[in-house]
């Protein structure tokens, strides 16, 4: 089980005294701490730090360990049950890079939308090999993100029948 790799989320009232008098496990085990299906975040704590990390480089921003947290908590808001969704994030190239390759394996997602980044034709390439990889997604949402007809005639490639 991948309870180890909750991301961080608001806690339920109270929670914090109950923690002075209990483990970790035993809320988990008394379905304290259990999270509906519709809830779950489908990522691991190394994904989201990459893809943080991706965005920091697209955007020249020094990696800190206060932004990479306030990330993780957009995350656990925006990315979860069957929706992905990080909307005017500064996103470019190497986050659509990065998204795509931590989607790629991810069997959970059905609707990615990347809205309003800055992903240019060179992401919509890497969303496009997603695509080539990733049978669940259903719904792909990408305006406002500077894609000219190149990016346009790569995604309608990776959907035509081979």
Known sequence: DDDYNILPRPLPKGITYVSNFTTYNDLMDRNILQVDEDEKVHLSTEEVSAIYRAKCEDQELQVSWQRESRFMELISKNCKGLMFSLRENGLGYLS???????????????????????????????????????????????????????????????????
């Not at 931590?102 to 990615?112: C, D, I, P």
């Not at 990733?134 to 081979?162: E, M």
Request: glycine share 6%; hydrophobic share 40%; proline share 1%.
């Open 96 to 162: 659509a890079q990065c998204i795509a390759q931590v989607l790629a394996k991810n069997s959970y997602y059905a609707l990615l939308d990347l809205s309003g980044n800055r992903l240019r034709d060179t992401g919509a390439e890497c969303i496009a090999q997603l695509l080539e990889h990733n049978d669940t997604l259903v719904h792909l949402a990408l305006k406002s993100n500077d894609i000219w007809h190149v990016g346009g005639c790569l995604f309608y490639t990776s959907q035509s029948p081979r």
